[in-house]
């Protein structure tokens, strides 16, 4: 029963489509090699340590053939010689609003994020194509020893605390796409939360690309010391454009003993974007990592965030949406590992196909033999809108050893002609008929969100549906 | 011009002709029950004037109040007021009923009018009350898991909240005991009033005890065959349909 009124975020995908004429001050041209890398590294005044790092994953990216034996074949299609590496005004992250550019805070503007919301915004990190152009932390979270910064200068200035973990719990080498980010990632959000201390209020970052042919790599590494707690909130929309965009972002979260991440992302793609993204975190005794995952829009998505379970009592969690349209891909999925006894995970996927469009959940559970009572529960819910939708259900399930227990449940349903006959004749027009029983389907799942995120998912999934009928 | 009128009406489904030239008239203020044996077309009736686009309107008018609502979609008929309880309402998986009555009524809000939830939840409440629907259901998902009569009283609770000019009941006490059949006629009895023309579809003379009719039609074969008070249903009930079906095939002026 929603009785509360929401705050209007009203992020709404079709203001999404536009984008300015930006001059971009650094620009380091199209297609990679070593002399982007260095142009990067140059730009960013790197340490050699990350200008190494970089081109040991260029060359692990230019050896890793396409993993189209068990992925789409739509991935041949990005040409890595027409997208460009890194685009930036060169700009320091700013600290106050004023300091943002008016372009930019026009950009906020169409995206449904006023001036007058700053207030609300306070502690937001919004990353602007390259460089992060807005990054304001509340007063407090600096006081209490909360690192909140870009990529770039979490390296730079706090090697001591994120060297540790960068590239570790995604390396270089996991998977092609991880290697290029690793190669060439600017952006994104570094995160340190010290012991114990529990973050409030979520953090929040808004992605856009806004340059064609312009891939975004932006690169997340988040540490939650021992016993610490936060709350992630990650948005993403992206103008719409002819030529395909790529996005390729890695994000490693790292739970110490006893310590709480949530990650939450609700993406909107514009549907020439090729989204590869690497998730994964690490939870070590008694700590808990949770993903919810939400995506809509693209052309291809494939997404699969992962939890290692690495101590014992260790919690992993995915919760996850995705909505396929005509010509779009979403293969997504979740990866529990369990590597510690007594540790549990739940993965729970909703998935939605209309028209053409095609959902794909690929799903690993692994439990070695050395452990016991280990716990899995993933449940997979697909509902299909007109039938030449497709979905698919590719769970890779490993259990060994002494009382673990897997439980897999699947369910595909679709809405009844009947259905929406009974809520158009309550006066309900065929989109809103649509969305609200689509709205329906993910409800369940959509409770687990943060208020204002669920305001704005059902949003787009509103203005998603209403393009879906006719 | 307050009057649901029904005029010439053809109806098909597929190839099959099943409203021959159907016409009735129900004034605002006015409750007509509707009765006949199974196959004579009162469903049809029901589903054609609610615009289901399985029932195609091959000829004829029917007219809201003036307005003739022929060829509109179904959302644009329910937001001219007219309503139709299902005989088999569907479900709704994941949609509460506060959410879905309140969706149906921001449908019908026009531009600048805001929605008051707090009066919502009020008037919400007092009808649930009234038809002996325990609150909790405000959280359930739309007739998911509802016995029979839970369907039919979230019918009635739905035409309440959505006061209709005109009411189509189609079969609302099919599987419904006497207890709910009750609670049901006492809602729509509420409803009743100048502002209100309702259809009554059924079988039996049994709902009409309580929901007594301003008039009685008869159906058969696609179209109204006799026409009278309340006394017509009681004849009915105790003579059965087959003196209508004689008195048809005598020759008629």
Redesign the interface.
């Known amino acids: ?3 509360t ?1 929401t705050p209007d975020l009203n992020i709404e995908r079709d203001v999404g489509n536009f984008h300015y004429d930006t001059t971009y001050e650094f620009d380091a041209g199209v297609g990679l090699s070593e002399a982007t890398i260095d142009y990067i590294a140059d730009v960013k005044g790197e340490d050699e340590w990350v200008r190494e790092f970089r081109k040991k994953a260029l060359k692990v990216f230019n050896d890793k053939p396409l993993p189209t034996h068990w992925a789409s074949r739509d991935l041949e299609n990005i040409d890595y010689t027409k997208i460009r590496y890194y685009l930036s005004k060169g700009q320091r992250p700013s600290r106050s609003w004023d300091e943002v550019p008016d372009e930019i805070k026009e950009t906020f503007e169409r995206l449904g994020i006023p001036e007058k919301e700053r207030a609300y915004l306070a502690g937001v990190e919004a990353q602007f194509d390259s460089e992060a152009s807005y990054s304001n932390m509340k007063e407090e979270l600096s006081k209490q020893g909360v690192i909140f910064v870009g990529s770039t200068e979490g390296l730079k200035e706090h090697p001591e605390i994120f060297r540790k973990w960068f590239g570790k719990v995604i390396p270089i080498g996991d998977n092609k796409f991880s290697a290029l980010n690793s190669a060439v990632f600017s952006g994104g959000s570094f995160i340190y939360v010290p012991p114990g201390v529990k973050v409030k209020q979520p953090l929040q970052a808004y992605f856009r690309i806004n340059a064609e042919n312009f891939g975004q790599f932006e690169r997340t590494l988040i540490i939650a010391d021992e016993g610490a707690e936060i709350t992630y909130m990650e948005g993403c929309t992206a103008p719409k454009f002819e030529t395909s965009t790529l996005h390729s972002a890695v994000v490693e979260l790292v739970a110490l003993k006893g310590a709480k991440i949530q990650y939450i992302t609700v993406q909107n793609w514009s549907e020439n974007v090729f989204n590869l993204v690497t998730k994964r975190g690490l939870a070590m005794e008694g700590a808990e990592v949770k993903w919810i995952d939400c995506n809509i829009g693209s052309r291809l998505t494939m997404k699969y965030p992962g939890v290692i379970m690495r101590g014992e009592g260790a919690r992993g969690e995915v919760l996850s949406i995705a909505l396929a349209h005509d010509n779009q891909h979403q293969d997504t999925g979740a990866k529990m590992i369990h590597a510690a006894s007594n540790t549990t995970s739940n993965i729970i996927s909703k998935s939605i196909s209309i028209g053409q469009g095609r959902a794909t959940y690929r799903g690993v559970v692994a439990m070695p033999k050395h452990l016991k009572n280990c716990k899995n529960n993933t449940e997979c819910d697909a509902l299909l809108i007109n039938t030449n939708s497709r979905t698919d259900t590719y769970p890779a399930i490993t259990v060994r050893g002494n009382r673990n227990t897997v439980q897999h449940e699947a369910s595909v ?1 679709k809405v ?1 002609a ?2 929406i ?10 989109g ?2 649509m969305s ?2 689509v ?6 799942l959509i409770r687990e969100f943060p208020m204002e995120y669920s305001v704005e998912l059902k949003r787009l999934i509103d203005l998603e549906m209403e393009g879906s009928v006719g | 011009m307050s009057e649901l009128v029904i005029k010439n009406l053809n109806v098909s489904i597929g190839d099959r002709p099943i409203l021959k030239d159907f016409s009735l008239t129900i004034p605002k203020g006015e409750v007509h029950a509707l009765m006949g044996p199974n196959g004579t077309g009162k469903s049809t009736l029901a589903k054609a004037l609610s615009g289901h686009e399985d029932y195609e309107i091959t000829s004829g008018e029917v007219l809201l109040d003036g307005e003739n609502i022929v060829g509109m979609e179904a959302d644009g008929i329910s937001r001219s007021g007219l309503f139709m309880a299902f005989q088999y309402p569907s479900e709704i998986p994941g949609v509460t009923i506060a959410n879905f009555i309140r969706a149906a009524l921001t449908a019908r809000l026009e531009e600048g009018q805001n929605f008051s939830a707090p009066a919502y939840y009020k008037e919400l409440y007092q009808h649930m009350d009234e038809l002996k629907i325990d609150r909790s259901f405000t959280s359930r998902a739309v007739n998911e898991g509802f016995s029979g009569g839970e369907k039919k009283r979230c019918e009635i609770l739905q035409m309440a909240m959505l006061k209709p000019k005109y009411a189509v009941m189609d079969e609302t006490d099919s599987g419904l005991d006497i207890d709910a059949l009750r609670i049901v006629a006492e809602g729509v009895n509420r409803m009743r009033g100048p502002d209100l023309g309702v259809l009554v579809i059924t079988h039996y003379q049994r709902l009409l005890d309580y929901i007594v009719p301003d008039k009685v039609h008869v159906m058969w074969d696609g179209r109204i065959v006799k026409t009278g008070g309340p006394e017509l249903a009681r004849e009915l009930e105790s003579r059965g349909y087959d003196w209508v079906k004689e008195e048809l095939a005598e020759p008629v002026a």
């Open positions: 029963m929603s009785k009124e349903s009844s009947e259905q006959f009974y809520m158009m004749q309550r006066g309900l027009s065929e809103e008929a609200l029983s709205n329906g389907f993910v409800n369940d």
